[in-house]
């Protein structure tokens, strides 16, 4: 593989679903390039790594510690991921990771605190980071534009879970790594808390499923004194879909099925021209990853945001009694 100047060299630890969307827009961007890649199937790690022209690693250590590698993507189940972090800081490789950070909040504060000490650098990867929108609500709340915040809804509808596409293995069904809200909720948290500061769950109504995971989530937290709303559920009788929507006193927000970003008024939601696209919507993310690796000012969450994020999602699952 011809390294082109200024490139950096990515190393992906985990070739599932994530990692090798990941892998495809890092070849459409003039900055990364895959030089290597593991997965814990060592087959699915040769044929991929050979169609990529990538370096197939013999572990994940052994891809972080690749001189060849310059920046480490973490594309694990969850439980993975701390372990994999640590010893990409210890190897002074920056990291991108993939959420949730752990599975457990004192690792994943431990996690934060050793990107603190060692003075390293950790984003994690919630591609509404660089959501068109974002940046406007940010500039606009409280303004005579879009006015106080005065509620937000999230609607998550699943006709499975997992969802066939998924192919992610059995932990994606699991109580300790699983579950919708992790997976899904998790980004819809990160972009409340983005725009409002944290929530703190006041109420909450969760059904439990025989595999462990939850299967209905009704909840009702604050952000500081704006009321956010959760309904969520598994229901074979309806498509997938998700929307999230921030009401403002003036002009309103809202994200629905991942791509569709709109504004409202008092005459109808009018769709914002750009979009986050499935899967080709990580150019942006991407060119802030590029900053973020020059120092340069950028929008990336880092560990903090993942913690806050984490703990969030965790207080709403965490059975009562």
């Not at 495809?24 to 990364?32: I, K, M, N, S």
């Not at 920046?71 to 701390?82: D, E, M, Q």
């Amino acid at each position: 593989m011809q390294q082109r100047a200024n490139s950096v060299g990515v190393g992906i630890v985990g070739l599932g679903l994530m990692g090798t969307r990941m892998a495809g827009a890092l070849a459409q961007h003039d900055r990364f390039q895959v030089r290597a890649g593991f997965d814990a199937d060592a087959g699915l790690s040769r044929s991929w790594c050979d169609e990529q022209g990538a370096r197939v690693a013999a572990s994940a250590r052994a891809l972080i510690e690749d001189e060849r590698v310059d920046l480490v993507y973490i594309a694990t189940p969850p439980a993975s991921h701390v372990a994999l972090a640590l010893h990409a800081l210890a190897c002074h490789k920056p990291v991108l990771v993939e959420k949730p950070l752990a599975v457990d909040l004192a690792e994943a504060q431990e996690l934060t605190r050793a990107v603190q000490a060692s003075r390293g650098r950790l984003w994690m990867h919630f591609p509404f980071a660089t959501l068109p929108g974002l940046v406007q609500a940010q500039a606009d709340l409280g303004t005579t534009r879009m006015g106080a915040a005065q509620r937000v809804e999230i609607v998550l509808q699943f006709s499975q879970w997992p969802r066939t596409w998924h192919h992610a293995g059995p932990w994606l069904a699991g109580p300790t790594e699983g579950g919708f809200c992790r997976e899904v909720l998790s980004h819809f948290v990160y972009l409340t808390q983005t725009l409002l500061g944290p929530l703190v769950c006041t109420h909450k109504d969760v059904a439990w499923g025989p595999e462990g995971t939850e299967t209905r989530v009704n909840a009702q937290f604050l952000a500081g004194d704006v009321p956010v709303a959760l309904m969520a559920g598994v229901a074979g009788g309806a498509p997938d879909n998700n929307r999230w929507t921030l009401f403002g006193e003036q002009r309103s927000l809202r994200v629905e099925d991942w791509s569709q970003v709109s504004w409202g008024d008092d005459q109808g939601w009018h769709s914002e021209q750009a979009q986050l696209g499935r899967g080709a919507g990580l150019g942006p993310f991407l060119d802030q990853l590029s900053r973020a690796l020059d120092g340069d000012s950028h929008v990336l969450p880092d560990a903090q945001a993942g913690y806050h994020v984490m703990r969030t999602v965790e207080s709403l699952l965490a059975r009562e009694g």
